[in-house]
């Protein structure tokens, strides 16, 4: 989902330009701080705003709003703290509130994803885009990453030991060998 990437990357705008808040203070250049603080308030007023076209966008599906309703519910959730993101950014704040609120959505969005895995969409078998249910006691943000895959579960492997494991023994014609050197070297120091 594009909307989650582009909101994750404006919280951390908002971070860096938080950061550099004192910075940009103490060189008298308050009008920079709030201009980007302004611009990173409209890009959070773009993101909601195609936020609102998606759902209205899975709404307008066949049996959209039936088949995606865990899906559009958390969406809908979304937009307040959105909201609220972009005033917060809108009155040159980008400390604390404004963080907060921007992860409110993106744990939001990654629940929405992660919502039914299985549900909508066509496929083959035995219960074709059906099936899936089901929650996690999991933050949505620890689930989320580059090379996820939403119907992974996690289980404990058992791996056998690589090393340090003998084989058959050691052939007798070497054994007797062995014993017999180390006697001898036994007799030598005594």
């Known amino acids: 989902m594009r909307i989650l990437d582009a909101e994750m990357d404006l919280r951390d705008e908002t971070r860096s330009v938080n950061q550099s808040y004192e910075a940009l203070v103490n060189a008298q250049k308050e009008d920079e701080y709030e201009d980007r603080a302004h611009g990173l308030s409209k890009t959070q007023s773009e993101l909601q705003t195609r936020l609102e076209d998606v759902i209205a966008d899975i709404k307008n599906l066949p049996e959209g709003a039936q088949k995606f309703g865990k899906e559009i519910q958390l969406l809908s959730a979304a937009l307040q703290p959105m909201t609220d993101a972009a005033d917060t950014l809108g009155n040159a704040n980008t400390g604390p509130a404004a963080i907060a609120a921007e992860t409110e959505v993106i744990e939001l969005l990654l629940q929405s994803k992660r919502a039914n895995p299985n549900g909508g969409g066509g496929g083959g078998g035995a219960s074709p885009g059906g099936g899936g249910s089901g929650d996690t006691d999991r933050a ?51």
Do not use: H, M, W
């Open 140 to 190: 949505a943000l620890a689930l989320y990453g580059p090379g996820e895959d939403a119907q992974a579960t996690i289980t404990e492997r058992v791996g056998e030991q690589a090393t340090g494991i003998s084989g058959p023994g050691v052939p007798r014609e070497f054994k007797d060998g062995l014993e017999a050197f180390f006697r001898a070297v036994d007799e030598q120091s005594r």
